[in-house]
């Protein structure tokens, strides 16, 4: 292994988790850390299953796998623990998962190694440039969507958002 590839599969994991911070951003505008927490996670977690395809401990077995990616590195998988997040934690942390795992399998797909993202419906490997790039930007969009769609709509105080009546004002001024 060449000191470049081994430089880059050091770097892989933090690449993979600012990705997945960058598509989970506009999520942290309206809900905090949490759903960006949740997306970074997710995104850099999925590759624990290195470990499972190597039948290693050792990185260097991890990073020169002869087929490429595991199988695990497919949308079904995004979309399931999306799925799952969103019964656990909320719709907002299920996006968060999912657009974590789903930027982790789209800049996976775009190496020369590639990944079956789209297995079992298609083996194919590679995706283009234009489509990672595209994918992403329309993961950072959901999240910018999801964010909003969740938001409190402007107008309604902090009692009412969380289920209490609001409060009646008192009236200034009228002296009686």
């Known amino acids: 292994m060449t000191f470049r590839r081994t430089l880059r ?16 951003a506009p999520l942290a505008q309206t809900k905090g850390r949490g759903p960006l927490v949740t997306a970074v996670v997710a995104g850099t977690v999925i590759d624990l299953d290195h470990v499972v395809a190597a039948r290693s401990l050792r990185p260097v077995a991890w990073w020169t796998l002869g087929d490429g990616r595991p199988r695990a590195h497919t949308l079904v998988l995004a979309v399931g623990l999306g799925g ?11 996006w968060a998962a999912f657009g974590g795992l789903a930027s982790h399998l789209l800049r996976d797909a775009s190496d020369a190694d590639g990944t079956p993202i ?3 419906l298609s083996g194919r490997r590679r ?17 910018w969507l999801v964010s909003r769609a969740s938001a409190a709509p402007a107008g309604r105080s902090v009692h009412r958002r969380r289920g ?4 009646p004002r008192a009236r200034r001024g009228s002296g009686s």
């Open 84 to 94: 799952v997040a969103a019964v656990v934690a909320g719709p907002v942390h299920g």
């Open 9 to 24: 599969a050091c770097a892989d994991p933090f690449a993979h988790g600012l990705l997945a911070g960058a598509v989970a």
């Open 164 to 167: 209490h009546p609001a409060r």
């Open 118 to 120: 789209l297995w079992p």
């Open 127 to 143: 995706i283009p440039r234009a489509a990672y790039a595209g994918g992403i930007a329309g993961l950072a969009l959901g999240s």
